[in-house]
């Protein structure tokens, strides 16, 4: 029985398909479900000439705009579900999503993959892959078929 989930998502496509797991089984558990968004922290240009932008803007900029995201989000998938609640955190994002976890005591996090594979796999590495291999506690992920 899960008392308490996680659903991470980047509010990508396959991260919407994936929710649909998430929700059905908060759903049948009655469960708590928490949805976190994490915002990858931008490359620190301070000290650099980097003309017309504040950094410490541009950062409160991505914060707003993911928590207009997580809002929209909320609004169009969750707006019949009582049980949730949502989080924005800068990090990195299978760190993050690993602490919430402990934090909220999620009995499973769910997260969906994109499912890359070769050089993108290398270059980009997967989330999911690394909430799998460093979560204690039990992760479902889903993939979207292409």
């Given amino acids: 029985m899960f008392q308490s989930i996680l659903f ?6 396959s ?4 929710f649909q797991y998430a929700l059905s089984m908060a759903r049948k558990f009655e469960s708590r479900l928490g949805i976190i968004h994490v915002i990858s922290e ?13 950094f410490d803007k541009l950062e409160e900029e991505i914060e707003q705009g993911a928590l207009k995201m997580m809002e ?3 609004r169009t998938h969750v707006q ?8 924005v955190v800068p990090g990195i994002p ?7 976890a ?14 890359r594979t070769g050089l993108d796999h290398v270059l980009f590495g997967s989330t999911a892959e690394k909430v799998v291999r460093k979560s204690t506690v039990p992760v479902m992920t889903i993939r979207i078929k292409e």
Wanted: aromatic residues 12%; glycine residues 6%; contains cysteine.
């Fill in 15 to 18: 991260s919407d398909h994936a």
């Fill in 80 to 87: 019949d579900y009582a049980k949730v609640e949502s989080f």
């Fill in 42 to 54: 931008p490359v620190d240009l301070r000290g650099f000439y980097v003309p017309h932008i504040s």
């Fill in 94 to 100: 299978f760190d993050e999503i690993i602490k919430k």
């Fill in 72 to 74: 929209k989000f909320c």
């Fill in 102 to 115: 402990a934090e909220i005591n999620a009995d499973l996090i769910v997260v969906g993959t994109h499912g």
């Fill in 8 to 13: 991470a998502t980047d509010f990508s496509e």
